[in-house]
């Protein structure tokens, strides 16, 4: 019995150190501000390129963030505006990365410097119609290793993506596949709502992202290939598909700076719809779908205007 008491006194006198210690680790740092306890913390450096209107969004030019990514120009999310008072294009920061599975922000912003230097932008760009275009008739590769043109959906509703497996912020590509796999789900559980509708999500990542790879990554999201496929082809088709629809993007130490453009055809090949923006788009591109799969006295019901404000990711 006393052998047993010792043991018990011992265990207490180990647990009781550990939590001491463990509390005065957390009272040196301070808590990421997130209820939830899968978070990474990530410290990092960057140049603040431009200050969105929602006082929540900052486009960052940033340094390499050890152990999860290389350097980028991208936008980041803060949880208070407060976060960027007082702030300009222009400063030097230093900040922490907070990652969940679902989303990501930045706090414990410090200015630590200002320069006259900022990354150049890729504006200029004159995006084409992607109507009746000779790319539209171009083979890309599936995720199965078909052939697979736009043109070879025709008399279904698309919508259509771009992204990068690899990306390592999930409220930006992940968000995309998300809002698919949402979409698609929700399309294919409706009573007698229409079977013509198809989901790309094309990749930019063509040194990377291949059918072997693509495959992997849908059947992470649950894809059902008979309406959604994943595209990969040559670089400069790809490019040259992504100029068509407005979307910008760059190689980047590694990664990939990019923006965003979810694109709704009709099924008579017409551009109803773009989604310039990342979020949580699912309920949108279900509505949209619908409305571009239906037929009315064999003409499509009549789109409505491009939506070109901005949201910041969910």
Known sequence: MQGTYLRVLLLSVVLSGWLISSCAESAAEPLPPSKQSNIQTFAARGVIKELKADGKTAVLSHEAIANYMGPMTMPFKVKETNELAGLRAGDQISFRLFVTDTESWIGQIAKVGTTTSLPSSNEGIDPRSLSDHSLLYYKFTNELGEAVSLRDFNGKALAITFFFTRC??????????????????????????????????????????????????????????????????????????????????????????????????????????????????SDAIVEEILRAAVVTNGSVVPATPARTGTQSPE
Not at 189 to 194: D, E, T, V
Not at 224 to 231: A, E, I, K, N, Q
Not at 233 to 248: N, Q, T, V
């Open 168 to 281: 390592p912020i999930p409220d930006y590509c992940p968000r995309l596949s998300r809002n698919f796999q949402e979409a698609s789900s929700r399309l294919s559980s409706l009573a007698g709502a229409p079977t013509n509708w198809h989901f790309l999500s094309i990749s930019f990542d063509t040194d990377f992202d291949n059918p072997q790879v693509l495959k992997a990554y849908g059947e992470m999201y649950h894809y059902d290939p008979t309406h959604w496929s994943f595209l990969t082809g040559p670089a400069d088709k790809i490019r040259e598909l992504a100029r068509l629809s407005d979307l910008k993007f760059k190689r980047d130490a590694g990664s990939f700076n990019h923006d965003f453009r979810t694109l709704i055809i009709d099924r008579a090949g017409h551009l109803q719809m773009v989604f310039p923006t990342g979020g949580k788009l």
